[in-house]
């Protein structure tokens, strides 16, 4: 392909906004302005006022700024020709625009395209516990597009803490590990990103913290959903926002911005489970996190040997954990440049943007190739990217990234759903979710008829016995049988 047409990342700009008084905070629209001047600022080029595309992130901090590409555009002074903005907050967004603006400046369609995001949840909810009489918001559980109530919503299963650590118990099973093991396991990542971000001038908390103290419950450390604590699940009460500028390497040059700024941009590889969680196959792997990751390698003829630095989506241990071994990715080596969700910062979907900006920082200080893997929603979302120091001879542009059909085919049969179901099942994957005083509140399983249908049962908080079954460091629950009965509302678990 014409070389002048390659994409590069030649700008990053990251900001953390955090008065002392949450509420006189930056909205989103400041957030991610401050961003992109600092991209600018960066590239020590004038680029935004040429741009001729805009890519957004949607937050959800501010629900009257929904729609955020216009009054950014007119924030910045600009009217990009063409303007995007991702379907929901999802956390492979970032990833998705920095792929559709590679795409279409290979094309020739695009020369100078600007990607954003930010979210202002700290502020958000200052504001509206001020507003409500200092009641504080559970913005998550709050969010629009989660008020809804249905099966799972009934059982508790709402946000995205109460979902992952399914996925987390079910893969300790798959794996055989203690509990003791898949903790260690979770402690000396998370503990990795912790010293990460603690040398990041641009993460939300820089403190290094041990293993141990990732997964050992205490006064700071409550538990919330089995097994995570408040230190493994991504901490969404940050002012964060971050931006990316990509041009074209003719442009770049034309621009004068100097080579050892370029990051080339790889090609990437999208694929999705179903939107219902419900509607997985299995609860220990993901097809398509597996195609979107390997695929992205494939198209741009990286091994995973040869990846310097990664960026493996880490809002939970659990797909880290999945992710790492995809790539043989050693546990003893940082899955992350920015810090990870609990450390760097959790702004819902824009992330990943930070993840980018951190990236680039540390192929221009140590020139490689780094692998950048999205997720989003519960599992749901996956998106990869290769970017490095050095032009990626078998990239090229435009190229597709949707490799959906493949990730279908990998998949195993998902079972169907038997709401009304009662009797005998074995334990597929479970929870329990704990109040502020570190109490059980109830706990979840997600269970197997032996027809093989999928049902869920709750635990309640006073069943002692049953929660301790479940939370036991003496094996799994998983593949126990039990039996499920019809309780006044919901149905309930027991043990055989």
Known sequence: MDQDRLPVIVGVGQVNDRPADPLTGMDPIELMAAALRKSEGDA??????????????????????????????????????????????????????????????????????LICGAEALRTAAARTAAAQGGRKPDQLREASHRRQLGYAQSYGLVAPVDVYPLYENGLRAKLGQTLE??????????????????????????????????????????????????????????????????????????RGIPEDKWIYVGNGAAAHEADSWMKRDTYDHSASMEVSILKALELNA??????????????????????RRIIDWPVDKPASQFGGLT????????????????????????????????????????????????????????????????????RGPVPDLDKDYVGP?????????????????????????????????????????TIERLTSAEGTPVGASGTITRGDDLSRWTFA
Request: net charge negative; aromatic share 8%.
């Open 44 to 113: 020590a080029a004038s680029l935004i006022a040429d741009a001729d595309f805009l890519g957004v992130v949607m937050q959800i901090a501010f629900p009257d700024l929904r729609q955020a590409c216009a009054p950014l555009a007119a924030a910045l002074g600009i009217a990009p020709a063409q303007m995007v903005q991702s379907e929901g907050p999802n956390g492979d967004s970032p990833i998705l625009l920095l792929n559709e603006a590679a795409n279409r400046i290979g094309a020739g369609e695009a020369k100078i395209a």
């Open 181 to 254: 093991q898949a903790q260690a396991e979770s402690g000396a990542i998370w503990s990795r990103f912790s010293e990460v971000a603690a040398a990041n001038e641009n993460a939300w908390i820089r403190k290094p913290v041990s293993a141990v103290e990732v997964v050992t419950p205490s006064e700071s450390n409550r538990p919330i959903a089995f097994p995570y604590t408040k230190l493994q699940v991504a901490n969404s009460a940050v002012n964060q926002g971050a931006g990316f500028i990509v041009t074209s390497v003719g442009e770049a040059r034309r």
């Open 302 to 323: 990286v091994r995973p040997g040869q990846l310097d630095a990664v960026e493996l989506y880490s809002c939970f241990p659990c797909i880290p954990k999945m992710a």
């Open 343 to 410: 450390f760097g910062g959790g702004p819902i979907g824009n992330y990943m943007s930070h993840a980018v900006a951190s990236m680039v920082d540390r192929l221009r200080a140590e020139p490689g190739t780094g692998l950048l893997f999205a997720n989003g929603g519960y599992a749901t979302h996956n998106h990869s990217i290769v970017v490095s120091s050095q032009p990626i001879p078998a990239a090229s542009f435009p190229r597709s990234y949707d490799f959906q059909a493949e990730a279908d085919a990998a």
């Open 425 to 465: 099942a074995t334990v597929e994957t479970f929870t329990v979710f704990y109040g502020r005083d570190g109490q059980p509140r109830a706990g979840v399983v997600v269970a197997l008829t032996p027809a093989g249908k999928r049902v869920l049962a709750q635990v309640p908080g006073n069943d002692a016995a």
